[in-house]
């Protein structure tokens, strides 16, 4: 048989797709494993929500609607985007997407040029240095410390800055680390981008999970940089609606016309019936997103207290999104009279078979002495995985 195409051979599978899955067929096996491993909400989707999505399905709006999304959802998008994150954007400047996902793949095929790089900070959500592989451009990663809360400035980026540099990804508040990005370092980013010449491509699918009285800050409300950012978010988390598959971006009308571009080529619109229902997830009453923020951030609390129980394992306090990212480095070298654990693929698959609960391991994010916990799980289920991963650990030697 004739060769495949190699590109494929140079990208990972996304680890947090492929875990998820194992977790779920496992469970079909009958194994009694706790998932934590999707950064999916466990809430059920609003009920005005779903609503909208039948009261569609009944009026027929099942067929194709303009490759962008709807003028009514474009509009609603481009409001919030004014009201919440202080973006100057009109419908013009929105594109709906397939998730979150699909817009931050759009706007690195349209930007890219093969050899052009593309900065991401590491700990990264697994698909960033993949997607740029995908448009031909070479992912370079910056290492963030620990100490530092995995945060990074701009001094921090200019070493890593080279006449190819195309872009850079930031993520706040960030999967898997769950660290913040200040308004002042998101400042001094566009300063450097402005000076610099490169794009920003800022996911702030977490924007409305955020805890402690913080606020979320978009760097693409900063007038100077508004062409060259292009803000990537959606409906998932924030409206408990992973399966739904809308996201969406805000950017230059330029940039927007060539992703749409793309977008007609490869999926055309987003599903009409998902578009209704996003319409009234933005456009409905917004008491339920605060309902699950709360609730977030009250599960992250309990978890705090419990993780930090655990010897072993050493963990930042999360100031967004719902994930522990916990170091896993002082079990390294430890067994359980089996396999010695040396890495974090180790360390998941132990807790796995040993605990029954399903992570997702460090490396997959860039980090290899860390794991990824999510805590978008029940109260219940947390606890109970809390305590099989501590018995777990305690066995080891
Ligand atoms: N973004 C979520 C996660 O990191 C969902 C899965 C995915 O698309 O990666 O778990």
Redesign the pocket.
């Given at each position: 048989m004739t060769s495949l195409s190699e590109k494929v051979d140079r990208i990972e599978e996304?680890q947090?797709?492929a875990i998820?899955s194992l977790a779920k067929k496992l469970r079909a096996e009958g194994k009694k494993i706790i998932s934590l491993?999707?950064?999916?909400p466990d809430f059920p989707t609003p009920e005005n929500v779903k609503q909208a999505a039948i009261k569609a399905i009944n009026d027929n709006f099942t067929k194709y609607t303009q490759n962008e999304g709807t003028p009514e959802l474009r509009e609603a998008v481009a409001e919030k985007f004014r009201r919440d994150n202080g973006l100057n954007v009109k419908a013009s400047n929105i594109l709906v997407s397939n998730?979150?996902?699909h817009s931050i793949f759009n706007a690195l095929q349209t930007i890219c040029n093969p050899g052009d790089e593309v900065i991401i900070p590491a700990p990264y959500?697994?698909?960033f240095p993949e997607m740029v592989k995908l448009a031909d451009a070479t992912p370079v990663i910056l290492q963030t410390k620990e100490e530092r809360g995995f945060t990074f400035t701009a001094n921090d980026l200019r070493p890593l800055l080279t006449q190819k540099t195309k872009a850079l990804i930031i993520n706040s508040p960030s999967?898997?680390t769950g660290s913040v990005a200040s308004e002042e370092t998101l400042r001094g980013i566009a300063k450097l981008a402005k000076e610099r010449d490169f794009f920003i491509i800022s996911d702030e699918?977490y924007e409305k999970i955020i805890y402690d009285g913080n606020k979320h800050f978009s760097i693409g409300s900063i007038p100077e940089v508004q062409d060259r950012v292009i803000t990537a978010s959606g409906v998932?988390k924030a409206y408990s609606m992973?399966g739904w598959r809308i996201g969406f971006m805000a950017a230059n009308e330029e940039i927007v016309k060539r992703a749409s571009k793309i977008q007609s080529q490869l999926t055309s619109n987003a599903s009409s019936i998902s578009q209704a229902a996003a319409l009234e997830a933005l456009k409905g009453p917004q008491s339920d997103v605060e309902k699950m923020r709360v609730s977030f951030q009250h599960r992250r609390d309990v978890m705090m207290e419990r993780l930090s129980g655990i010897d072993g394992m050493t963990l930042a306090k999360p100031g967004g999104a719902f994930?522990f990212f916990p170091s896993v480095k002082r079990l390294f070298g430890k067994s359980n009279g089996g396999q010695v654990l040396r890495n974090s693929a180790d360390i998941a698959s132990y807790l796995l078979l040993e605990a029954q609960v399903a992570l997702?391991p460090g490396a997959a994010f860039g980090s290899d002495s860390h794991i990824?916990i999510?805590y978008a799980y029940a109260e219940k289920e947390l606890t109970e995985a809390v305590d099989r991963i501590a018995a777990a650990v305690t066995k080891l030697r």
């Amino acid at each position: 048989m004739t060769s495949l195409s190699e590109k494929v051979d140079r990208i990972e599978e996304s680890q947090t797709i492929a875990i998820t899955s194992l977790a779920k067929k496992l469970r079909a096996e009958g194994k009694k494993i706790i998932s934590l491993s999707a950064g999916e909400p466990d809430f059920p989707t609003p009920e005005n929500v779903k609503q909208a999505a039948i009261k569609a399905i009944n009026d027929n709006f099942t067929k194709y609607t303009q490759n962008e999304g709807t003028p009514e959802l474009r509009e609603a998008v481009a409001e919030k985007f004014r009201r919440d994150n202080g973006l100057n954007v009109k419908a013009s400047n929105i594109l709906v997407s397939n998730g979150g996902k699909h817009s931050i793949f759009n706007a690195l095929q349209t930007i890219c040029n093969p050899g052009d790089e593309v900065i991401i900070p590491a700990p990264y959500w697994v698909s960033f240095p993949e997607m740029v592989k995908l448009a031909d451009a070479t992912p370079v990663i910056l290492q963030t410390k620990e100490e530092r809360g995995f945060t990074f400035t701009a001094n921090d980026l200019r070493p890593l800055l080279t006449q190819k540099t195309k872009a850079l990804i930031i993520n706040s508040p960030s999967n898997p680390t769950g660290s913040v990005a200040s308004e002042e370092t998101l400042r001094g980013i566009a300063k450097l981008a402005k000076e610099r010449d490169f794009f920003i491509i800022s996911d702030e699918i977490y924007e409305k999970i955020i805890y402690d009285g913080n606020k979320h800050f978009s760097i693409g409300s900063i007038p100077e940089v508004q062409d060259r950012v292009i803000t990537a978010s959606g409906v998932s988390k924030a409206y408990s609606m992973t399966g739904w598959r809308i996201g969406f971006m805000a950017a230059n009308e330029e940039i927007v016309k060539r992703a749409s571009k793309i977008q007609s080529q490869l999926t055309s619109n987003a599903s009409s019936i998902s578009q209704a229902a996003a319409l009234e997830a933005l456009k409905g009453p917004q008491s339920d997103v605060e309902k699950m923020r709360v609730s977030f951030q009250h599960r992250r609390d309990v978890m705090m207290e419990r993780l930090s129980g655990i010897d072993g394992m050493t963990l930042a306090k999360p100031g967004g999104a719902f994930y522990f990212f916990p170091s896993v480095k002082r079990l390294f070298g430890k067994s359980n009279g089996g396999q010695v654990l040396r890495n974090s693929a180790d360390i998941a698959s132990y807790l796995l078979l040993e605990a029954q609960v399903a992570l997702v391991p460090g490396a997959a994010f860039g980090s290899d002495s860390h794991i990824r916990i999510s805590y978008a799980y029940a109260e219940k289920e947390l606890t109970e995985a809390v305590d099989r991963i501590a018995a777990a650990v305690t066995k080891l030697r």
